[in-house]
């Protein structure tokens, strides 16, 4: 920890990049572990097959049942991690927050600058008309949400599979990052490409990981810790 409080008290543009173990301790269940969300029976389908486009498309009422069911957590509050965070980039240490998930908790913590990889379950538009609504129009409907404008589907503004990410998105993400003399990636396996492929433009002084599994670059980084992200940047103050 006073190796973590050095860096980054020494530190002048940090960027996070996160995955789906930042919000773990906000009771937001994680993918690939022992109890993530890819070990849910599911019945007919794979988890993978229930969130990818041909599923929305093929199977609608399908996919929705078990988006709402396994990807909703609307009382979900931020953690330790989120807080954290927040903080950091008050105190102009933080830059940006780069993130796999969906869940906007960066945001409900205070990060102004998050730059969400896979979209966020509180954007949801209409396929027709272009119509927004907010997550509890997903929540508190029925079957296949329909626009109360046009009638047309109600999609979430998430990445599925089979979809790409958002350019603008991805442009952010690579600009922050490259500029960055700091790179913390917590809680997050480093296997979901396109994703994980872009820590590779960091070309700063400091790489930080916090995660309790070991990834792939462990061996390259300036500090690496295996404990839960949460109690990890729940300890430290910036001096």
């Known amino acids: 920890m006073s ?36 070990t849910t029976a599911t019945g007919t389908y794979s988890p993978e097959y229930m969130l990818s486009h041909s599923c929305f498309v093929n199977h609608p009422e399908e996919f929705f049942a078990f988006y709402r069911t ?12 989120h807080r954290a965070l927040a903080s950091l980039e008050a105190q102009g240490k933080v830059s940006a927050v780069v993130t796999q998930n969906i869940d906007g908790l960066h945001q409900a ?35 296949v949400p329909t626009c109360t404008r046009c009638g047309g589907t109600v999609k979430p503004d998430v990445v599925l599979y089979e979809e790409a990410l ?5 442009r952010d993400a ?11 990636i ?20 400091h790489l930080v990981l916090i995660n ?4 792939t670059l462990d061996t390259g980084a300036t500090l690496t ?14 001096k």
Not at 10 to 37: C, H, M, Q, W, Y
Not at 186 to 205: K, R, W
Not at 212 to 215: A, C, D, L, N, V
Not at 225 to 238: A, D, H, K, Q, T
Request: net charge negative; charged share 15%; hydrophobic share 40%.
């Open 3 to 38: 190796r973590l409080q050095s860096i980054i008290e020494g530190a002048k543009n940090i960027v996070f990049f996160g995955g789906a173990g930042v919000s773990t301790e906000s009771g937001i269940p994680d993918f690939r572990s022992a109890t993530g969300l890819y």
């Open 70 to 81: 396994h990807l909703l957590f609307p009382h979900a509050q931020p953690n330790a991690a």
């Open 109 to 143: 913590a205070g990060s102004q600058h998050v730059a969400e990889l896979h979209g966020s379950v509180h954007r949801n538009y209409c396929v027709r008309c272009g119509a927004f609504y907010p997550m509890h129009f997903i929540l508190d409907s029925t079957e």
């Open 166 to 170: 958002d350019e603008d998105v991805i």
């Open 174 to 184: 690579v600009t922050t990052i490259s500029q960055a003399d700091m790179l913390i």
């Open 186 to 205: 917590g809680g997050t396996s480093l296997n979901v490409y396109p994703a994980a492929g872009l820590i590779h433009y960091f070309n700063g002084e």
């Open 212 to 215: 309790k599994s070991e990834t």
């Open 225 to 238: 810790i295996r404990e839960p992200i949460g109690e990890v940047l729940g300890e430290f103050r910036v």
